[in-house]
């Protein structure tokens, strides 16, 4: 599917606070279901499918509490950069995550667009206290 519009990468609305998951699994559910609910994807499931297949690859904790799932994917309309803080640590592979930053880019963005992503996600996840 081809991205149809130019929406703002980070909003609002993909931010989510004290999100009350007991698994990975809930929180990427929940997350993808915010892109559903705001029409930044055409199938959520699909998209979970998505992200899994990169997850079950290698986990996508990072350390100091923070995991970056992400994809590349034919069903985000728009990419966006998600954010959640849970409301309790959970087990993301080996390690404690609390922060959660998703990365979701359209298939259809340009081929660095992804990284630019992720770039433009550091300095974020700096912010919030990841360590230099």
Request: charged residues 25%; hydrophobic residues 40%; proline residues 5%.
């Amino acid at each position: 599917m081809k991205a149809t519009s130019k929406k703002a990468i980070i909003a609002p609305e993909f931010i989510l606070f004290h999100l009350d998951v007991a698994d990975k699994n809930e929180a990427i559910k929940q997350m993808t279901d915010n892109l559903w609910l705001h029409h930044r994807t055409d199938s959520r499931e699909r998209l979970c499918d998505d992200i899994w297949t990169r997850e079950d690859s290698f986990s996508t904790a990072v350390g100091y509490g923070f995991a970056i799932p992400h994809t590349k994917s034919d069903h985000i309309t728009d990419s966006t950069i998600s954010m959640a803080t849970l409301a309790q640590p959970i087990t993301w592979g080996d390690q404690q995550v609390e922060t959660v930053f998703m990365l979701t880019v359209s298939k259809s963005a340009a081929p660095k667009r992804a990284y630019e992503i992720f770039l433009y996600a550091c300095p974020k996840i700096n912010e919030r206290g990841f360590p230099s």
